[in-house]
C-alpha cells in the first residue's frame, strides 16, 4: 500500500511539472477565477501565475496563489499524448525508442528526450528528432 501511495504522489508531481509553462484556469473558494501560465510551484502547492487574467478582465503579471485558496487547477492548452509520437519514432530509430507515461516524455537513445515542449538533446540523433518531431506536430495540425 506504501509504495503504491508513493507511486501515486510521483505520478502527481510529475503531472504538475508537465503543464509548468502551460495556460491554466485556477478557481479559488472565494469564487474567483484565474486563468494564466502556471509560472511556478512550490512544495506545498503554492503557485505563481503569470499573464494572468481575473474573470471580470483584470489583468496581472503575476498572480500568487496559496495552495489553501485552490479548489483546483485546470490546463487549457490540449495535451499531446507522446506515446503515439513513441511509436512513430520507432520506425527512424528502431530499439532506440522508449516512451516514459509518467512524464508524458519519450527518451531516444541515452541522450535526447522529447517532451510536449521540445527536443533535449544535442548531435545527429537530436537534430533528426527535432526535425522528426516538428514533421510528427504538422501532421497533427499542431503548430
Not at 507515461?101 to 527536443?119: F, H, P, Y
Amino acid at each position: 500500500m506504501a509504495s503504491t501511495l508513493a507511486e501515486a504522489n510521483k505520478r502527481f508531481v510529475a503531472e504538475l511539472n508537465n503543464i509548468i509553462g502551460r495556460e491554466v484556469q485556477v478557481v479559488l473558494s472565494n469564487g474567483e477565477v484565474y486563468r494564466g501560465i502556471l509560472h511556478a510551484v512550490d512544495t506545498q502547492l503554492n503557485i505563481v501565475l503569470s499573464n494572468a487574467v481575473g474573470k471580470t478582465g483584470e489583468k496581472y503579471d503575476r498572480v500568487f496563489i496559496m495552495y489553501r485558496y485552490i479548489i483546483h487547477i485546470a490546463s487549457i492548452e490540449r495535451r499531446i499524448d507522446l506515446r503515439e509520437f513513441a511509436k512513430y519514432a520507432e520506425k527512424v530509430f528502431p530499439g532506440m525508442v522508449k516512451y516514459v507515461e509518467e512524464t508524458n516524455t519519450v527518451l531516444i537513445g541515452d541522450k535526447v528526450r522529447v517532451s510536449e515542449i521540445g527536443v533535449e538533446g544535442v548531435g545527429p540523433v537530436a537534430e533528426r528528432a527535432k526535425r522528426l518531431f516538428e514533421e510528427y506536430l504538422k501532421s497533427k495540425g499542431v503548430e
